[in-house]
């Protein structure tokens, strides 16, 4: 079946303007990941969504990021007013609802680049 | 607060050799622990993960971890590498309530031929 999708693939845009990124799970997958991949970093947790819950925003590393996701399908992640450090790759997982530890299953990313 | 840290950086293996990876966490409550392998140019995926039981978990590809709980360690294992084993590798525990991974900073493993 279909994996994780997420566009666009790739993203370059300039410090200052506004990014939208958009991830697609598998579908019946209830719990959703926003990851983000960078040199600096590493692999680091952004925000979590399960079902119609609250979702976990505490990965988030400032007010400019925000995340949805609509219908308890797809998610978009928005990055205001982008500066230089958040160019990353940015990844989207998304798992079964039977249990917490299930497999994620990760997208091929979007590489943002902010010039 | 949970991490994971990952004792290899950059490891160049020739083919056949022997390959282990440690991976370390640090985390008060019951963890579920994962290894991820990224192959140039494609996705995440998962290697391997524990969640109970028996402590030497196979995985993918003849690859093997070993979870010691007194040590907080989960180290990967290949008796025998192949050039095709060339990848980075992420090692993770998760918080079993929301099941958010965090991650080492990633080996990369370069094989020769």
């Known amino acids: 079946g279909a994996g994780v999708s997420q566009s666009p693939s790739n993203k370059v845009t300039e410090k200052g303007k506004d990014v939208e990124l958009r991830c697609d799970p598998i579908?019946?997958?209830?719990?959703l990941y926003w990851y983000r991949q960078s040199l600096g970093q590493g692999l680091e947790f952004l925000i979590y969504f399960q079902g119609n819950s609250a979702p976990d925003k505490s990965g988030l590393p400032s007010d400019r990021f925000s995340a949805e996701r609509t219908g308890g399908s797809v998610s978009t992640l928005t990055i205001q007013r982008t500066q230089q450090e958040d160019s990353a790759v940015y990844l989207c997982a998304s798992r079964s609802n039977r249990t917490s530890g299930d497999t994620q299953y990760f997208g091929p990313g979007t590489r943002l680049t902010v010039l | 607060a949970q991490s994971v840290s990952q004792h290899n950086h950059h490891v160049i293996l020739s083919e056949a050799a022997s390959l282990e990876l440690g991976c370390n966490y640090s985390y008060g409550g019951t963890v579920n622990l994962f290894w991820y392998v990224q192959y140039p140019g494609q996705h995440l995926q998962l290697l391997l993960k524990y969640f109970s039981g028996d402590p030497l978990v196979k995985g993918i590809k003849g690859f093997e971890a070993e979870f010691i709980k007194s040590k907080f360690s989960f180290n990967l294992r290949k008796p025998s590498v192949q050039w095709s084993d060339t990848a980075e590798y992420f090692c993770a525990v998760n918080a079993r309530n929301t099941g958010k991974l965090i991650f080492g900073q990633g080996t990369t493993l370069q094989v020769k031929p």
């Open positions: 579908s019946g997958h209830t719990a």
